[in-house]
């Protein structure tokens, strides 16, 4: 019985068996490398052969989970690196607990020189008409931090949120506080503002964002916008949408009781003197909700997504690279530009926009410069990838994955690689 069940992997595997639930998670699969004979003597062959079939013997997901559902139970470990596993199996992804307990506040002196740069990147968009403003997006830490892990410390008095939140009011600058007004709803609301086993907002707490955001774009714009309005609540102890993101990236065998979560069916109002404002979104995957189900193109005119200041999604599609010579043209075209953050993510806030704007705003020359420079990068990483086979390899499943085609992928993989190497110099010049 011992010898046919160390077998039964090997025999599932050869007899392409019967499915298992695949695992979840940010992971990179490995290609399966063709037999060739340079491959085979420099040894590249032997280790993507072994590393390959290390992830796909039969019966593998089914053992991960087993694995991780012993450790989750009999030590609260988590299968997930990132994931925290807190009181009463609420979970957290590390980055919301450290916003909260200030252990990543570095000081107030980058953030009062970011906000001194939006302010001129404000005031001169504000003469074309466009209107910047900053939404803080509440963090799952904040807002139920009595579920945090004994073994965490408070190590600031001062959040980079607190500091964020004042250095925009000083400023005058057009402030939305999320973060604020759900912990001040989190007792009053009748669903729940954030799940027990994700990490974002809820889906009800995704359509109340959204509205609010709406009225509050009216507010500045005195104008009447298309609005979402709610027709009914569905309530189910089934998560839906991202509801459950943190839980599926540990591999369990068996569900965490979750919540009772409220889903809004809505729609969108039709009254003809409404109108949808043009606005260009700088955020984090605290947008990828009200983007993904279709909440921003039906309340916005020229919706577009600028995930993390690095792929641009709209309409057409998308990721699409972000043009550096097109910048400053299309933000002026947007009505609002919205920069958006969860406290977990308000370190790297706003993910460049502001440093590489402000340059383009008060230095003619710079564009030129930068440009020249990131092309030389993005060509020298051109050329690495496609003399590289593992790379060139993931590049080409991240084509056939994305639908397009692996030149495309190959420059996509190419800028993002300058933008960071551009990045570090800029950091290193400091």
């Known amino acids: 019985m011992l010898m046919t069940m160390l077998f039964l992997p090997m025999v599932h595997h050869l007899a392409n068996g019967t499915k298992v639930r695949p695992l979840k998670g940010a992971f990179q699969q490995t290609a399966k490398m063709d037999f060739k004979l340079?491959?085979?003597?420099?040894?590249?062959?032997?280790?993507?052969?072994?590393?390959?079939?290390?992830?796909?013997?039969?019966?593998?997901?089914?053992?991960?989970?087993?694995?991780?559902?012993?450790?989750?139970?009999?030590?609260?470990?988590?299968?997930?690196?990132?994931?925290?596993?807190?009181?009463?199996?609420?979970?957290?992804?590390?980055?919301?607990?450290?916003?909260?307990?200030?252990?990543n506040y570095l000081g107030r002196n980058t953030i009062v020189d970011k906000v001194e740069k939006l302010k001129v990147i404000s005031d001169s968009l504000g003469k074309k008409g466009v209107k910047v403003m900053t939404i803080l997006a509440p963090g799952k830490g904040s807002f139920y931090p009595e579920y945090i892990p004994d073994y965490y410390r408070r190590a600031s008095d001062t959040t980079l949120y607190d500091v964020w939140k004042t250095e925009l009011q000083k400023n005058n600058l057009l402030l939305l506080d999320l973060h604020q007004w759900f912990r001040n709803m989190k007792n009053q609301s009748p669903y729940p503002l954030f799940p027990k086993t994700g990490v974002h907002w809820s889906a009800y707490g995704e359509i109340l964002a959204a509205d609010t955001i709406v009225k509050f774009m009216e507010k500045i714009a005195h104008q009447d916008f298309v609005n979402i309005l709610t027709d009914?609540?569905?309530?189910?102890?089934?998560?839906?949408?991202?509801?459950?993101?943190?839980?599926?990236?540990?591999?369990?065998?068996?569900?965490?009781?979750?919540?009772?979560?409220?889903?809004?069916?809505?729609?969108?109002?039709?009254?003809?003197?409404?109108?949808?404002?043009?606005?260009?979104?700088?955020?984090?995957?605290?947008?990828?909700?009200?983007?993904?189900?279709?909440?921003?193109?039906?309340?916005?005119?020229t919706n577009e997504f600028w995930y993390y200041f690095h792929e641009v999604y709209h309409s057409g599609g998308g990721p699409f690279s972000i043009e550096p010579t097109n910048l400053i043209h299309a933000l002026e075209s947007a009505d609002f530009v919205?920069?958006?953050?969860?406290?977990?993510?308000?370190?790297?806030?706003?993910?460049?926009?502001?440093?590489?704007?402000?340059?383009?705003?008060?230095?003619?020359?710079?564009?030129?410069?930068?440009?020249?420079?990131?092309?030389?990068?993005?060509?020298?990483?051109?050329?690495?990838?496609?003399?590289?086979?593992?790379?060139?390899?993931?590049?080409?499943?991240?084509?056939?994955?994305?639908?397009?085609?692996?030149?495309?992928?190959?420059?996509?993989?190419?800028?993002?690689?300058?933008?960071?190497?551009?990045?570090?110099?800029?950091?290193?010049?400091?």
Request: no cysteine.
């Open 38 to 103: 340079d491959s085979w003597i420099n040894g590249s062959f032997q280790d993507n052969r072994t590393k390959y079939f290390n992830e796909n013997f039969g019966f593998r997901s089914m053992a991960v989970r087993l694995y991780n559902q012993m450790n989750f139970v009999l030590f609260k470990k988590s299968g997930a690196q990132e994931v925290v596993i807190g009181k009463e199996n609420y979970l957290y992804e590390e980055n919301y607990i450290k916003a909260y307990l200030g252990i």
């Open 232 to 301: 009914s609540i569905q309530l189910s102890k089934t998560t839906q949408h991202t509801d459950q993101d943190a839980e599926e990236s540990l591999n369990l065998l068996s569900d965490i009781p979750d919540l009772e979560m409220a889903y809004p069916q809505y729609h969108f109002s039709s009254d003809s003197g409404e109108i949808k404002p043009n606005v260009i979104f700088i955020s984090d995957s605290y947008f990828w909700g009200i983007y993904g189900r279709g909440i921003a193109a039906n309340l916005f005119n």
């Open 338 to 430: 919205v920069l958006m953050s969860t406290d977990a993510n308000l370190e790297k806030f706003a993910y460049g926009f502001i440093e590489t704007t402000h340059r383009q705003i008060t230095n003619p020359n710079f564009l030129n410069e930068q440009s020249e420079k990131r092309e030389m990068l993005i060509q020298e990483f051109i050329f690495y990838i496609k003399s590289s086979p593992d790379w060139l390899k993931a590049v080409e499943q991240k084509a056939k994955d994305r639908k397009i085609s692996v030149e495309e992928a190959i420059r996509l993989d190419a800028e993002y690689m300058a933008d960071q190497e551009l990045k570090k110099q800029e950091a290193a010049n400091k």
